[in-house]
Every structure is written in C-alpha cells, then in structure tokens.
Nanobody
C-alpha cells in the first residue's frame, strides 16, 4: 500500500508563515504530480497548488505570490511554504499525489489532512 502523511500545520498570526510537508511511503515506483488542496468549514475542497515531477507549478489565484510548492523526489516529499498568511487561509490542508506502484497500478492518494489556523 501507499500512504501520504502531512505535517506542519498549526496556529499562526496573520502575516506569519508556515511550512507544510507531505511524505509518501509504501510500494512506490514513481510519483507523478503532487498537489495541495484545502477545505475550509462550509466550503468545498479547493486546489491550492500543483507540482509535476519535472517541477512545473501552478497556483490558485488566491495564493499566488504568497505560497510556494516544491518537492524532493529523493525523499518522496512535497512541501508548501505559506507566507503572508491571512485569516481566509484557515482550512484543513490535504496532500494529494498520483502514484504508480511497484505493481504498476496507478493510484490517486490522499493524506489525512493538517489544520492551519490563521488568527490573532
């Protein structure tokens, strides 16, 4: 099996920064695109940022210029550096990845989520 485990969430004041990490483990042959989503109370889950295996990135308009997605393929890990945080960034952040297993199955895998709260 394959799993994603996020870390790095917490409480931060407006204007502050946090760095989320998401590590993949298990029977991994290759990890394709990796993404961060978020879901605020009462809202649908939304895509925040995407990074391909070749480091091509894409961001939601609401986070452009403030958030940076990156990955370390040797560590099977994706990061989300979040700067200039706003109260409206408060949400549960989920890691997602397209993974090909060692048995050549293509899976869409989700992490369990990590809570980010931006409040004074």
């Amino acid at each position: 099996q394959v799993q994603l485990v996020e870390s790095g969430g917490g409480l931060v004041q407006p204007g502050g920064s946090l760095r989320l990490s998401c590590a993949a483990s298990g029977s991994i042959f290759i990890i394709n695109a990796m993404d961060w989503y978020r879901q605020a109370p009462g809202n649908e889950r939304e895509l925040v940022a995407t990074i391909t295996r070749r480091d091509s990135t894409n961001y939601a308009d609401s986070v452009k210029g403030r958030f940076t997605i990156s990955r370390d393929n040797a560590k099977n890990t994706v990061y989300l550096q979040m700067n200039s945080l706003k109260p409206e960034d408060t949400a549960v952040y989920y890691c997602h990845a397209g993974i090909t297993t060692t048995r050549f199955r293509d899976l869409a895998v989700w992490g369990q989520g990590t809570l980010v709260t931006v409040s004074s």
